[in-house]
């Protein structure tokens, strides 16, 4: 079956804009996550998506960063007020049903740059 | 804390040698997974390999071989007879926080020249 997809697969926009990048997960995964790599801090955890409760946050860098998922499966991810820094890839993954050492799957990600 | 260290930044071989990546983590958990993903130049993060703490057996698929070691916290990949198309940044990963966040090794850049 189909993948993870992400749309835009590249965004460059100006500093101090707003950015939408969207995931679509895999057909019946329950669980949806978003991660950012960038050349300074590697990979990392952004926000964690059960249904369309998110229960962990933890990694969301400041409150320009949000999330939501609806009805189950596709999530939006949006930097209010962008700055240079948030300048990265973005990746989502999904995995069936969120537990325990569950394989996550990604997508190909959303190359931001932020002039 | 609960971590992931690849000490090799970055490896070069020819074509059909062997090479091996290294991955230690930290961890108190009696039970937990590892995983192994290749981010070709692509940039999509392809999965390898999961393993969990209770299964210690060697694991090998085709030209790739695990092996884990709970005694020494590591988790190594290895490629036999790597072939160009190899050339990747292959990162081990651990998952967090009740198994739902991922925190990943620094990766390790491996290039196969010709």
């Known amino acids: 079956g189909a993948g993870v997809s992400q749309s835009p697969s590249n965004k460059v926009t100006e500093k101090g804009k707003d950015v939408e990048l969207r995931c679509d997960p895999i057909s019946g995964h329950t669980a949806l996550y978003w991660y950012r790599q960038s050349l300074g801090q590697g990979l990392e955890f952004l926000i964690y998506?059960?249904?369309?409760?998110?229960?962990?946050k933890s990694g969301l860098p400041s409150d320009r960063f949000s999330a939501e998922r609806t009805g189950g499966s596709v999530s939006t991810l949006t930097i209010q007020r962008t700055q240079q820094e948030d300048s990265a890839v973005y990746l989502c993954?999904?995995?069936?049903?969120?537990?325990?050492?569950?394989?996550?799957?990604f997508g190909p990600g959303t190359r931001l740059l932020v002039l | 804390a609960q971590k992931v260290t690849q000490a090799q930044t970055e490896i070069s071989v020819v074509e059909k040698e062997d090479v091996t990546l290294d991955c230690v983590y930290e961890t108190r958990d009696t039970t937990y997974y590892l995983f192994w993903y290749k981010q070709p130049p692509s940039g999509e993060l392809v999965f390898l390999i999961r393993?969990?703490?209770?299964?210690?057996q060697n694991e090998i698929s085709g030209r790739y071989s695990w092996n884990f070691q709970k005694s020494t916290s590591s988790f190594n990949f290895t490629i036999t007879a790597s072939q160009v198309v190899d050339s990747a940044v292959y990162f081990c990963?651990?998952?967090?926080?009740?198994?739902?966040?991922?925190?990943f090794g620094g990766g390790t850049r491996l290039m196969v020249k010709p």
């Open positions: 993954a999904s995995s069936q049903g969120g537990g325990r050492g569950e394989t996550q799957y």
């Open positions: 393993r969990n703490s209770f299964d210690e």
């Open positions: 990963a651990f998952p967090v926080n009740a198994g739902n966040m991922l925190t």
């Open positions: 998506f059960q249904g369309n409760s998110a229960p962990d």
